[in-house]
């Protein structure tokens, strides 16, 4: 499996703990991660994505500024001709908000799957490998029972 991932901190947020073991946890599934760092501009998520032909931008931001960040965001992908998905996860909002209504507010702004601080990586890579199709080499498939 050779998908790859561009994660990073967007705006400017310092957050660094969360990127880093989603990195850890992304490589350990398989995934060419490309880590941005913190305090990225969508600019370099856009251009790293590009470079490095990627199937999935993954966005971190913790200290509740994520809405201003991404606004434009998508926009600024497909004026650059990229397909890829986009996660978006962390402290999305200022304060304890209703999460659903965070989720909408970024689904809306165009993120394919949002997710809150309390998400284990294992959750966001189960649902990369789904939305992206990742299926396990054939060596694990061996002598799996495949019913019809
Ligand atoms: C450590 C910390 C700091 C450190 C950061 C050090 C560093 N370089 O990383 C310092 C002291 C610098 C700091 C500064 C600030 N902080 Co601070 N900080 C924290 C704290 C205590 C822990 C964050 C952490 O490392 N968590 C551990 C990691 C493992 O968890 P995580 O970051 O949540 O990441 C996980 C998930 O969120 C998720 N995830 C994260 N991103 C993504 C992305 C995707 C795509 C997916 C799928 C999942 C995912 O997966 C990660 C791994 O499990 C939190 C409170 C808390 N308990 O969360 C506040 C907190 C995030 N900070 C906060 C604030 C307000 C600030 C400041 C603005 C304070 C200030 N007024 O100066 C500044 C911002 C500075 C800046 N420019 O960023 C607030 C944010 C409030 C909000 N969103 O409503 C918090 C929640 C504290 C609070 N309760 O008020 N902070």
Redesign the pocket.
């Known amino acids: 499996m050779t998908e790859t991932v561009i994660l990073g901190v967007i705006g400017?947020?310092?957050?660094?703990?969360?990127?880093t073991?989603?990195e850890q946890a992304l490589e350990a599934a398989g995934f060419d991660v490309v880590n941005l760092g913190?305090?990225s501009s969508q600019e370099e998520f856009v251009e790293a994505a590009s470079a490095n032909d990627a199937e999935a931008v993954?966005?971190?931001?913790?200290?509740?500024h994520a809405k201003q960040d991404c606004e434009g965001f998508h926009q600024r992908i497909a004026d650059s001709d990229l397909e890829v998905t986009t996660?978006?996860?962390?402290?999305?909002?200022?304060?304890q908000d209703d999460f659903e209504q965070t989720r909408k507010t970024f689904r809306e702004m165009g993120f394919d799957r949002v997710?809150?601080?309390?998400?284990?990586?294992e959750?966001?890579i189960e649902a990369l490998k789904a939305d992206l199709d990742v299926r396990p080499p054939e060596s694990e498939r061996e002598g799996r029972t495949v019913s019809v």
């Open positions: 400017s947020d310092a957050h660094v703990v969360g990127i073991i989603l913190v305090q993954l966005v971190s931001s913790l200290y509740g996660y978006i996860g962390g402290n999305l909002a200022v304060g997710f809150d601080s309390e998400t284990d990586p959750e966001a």
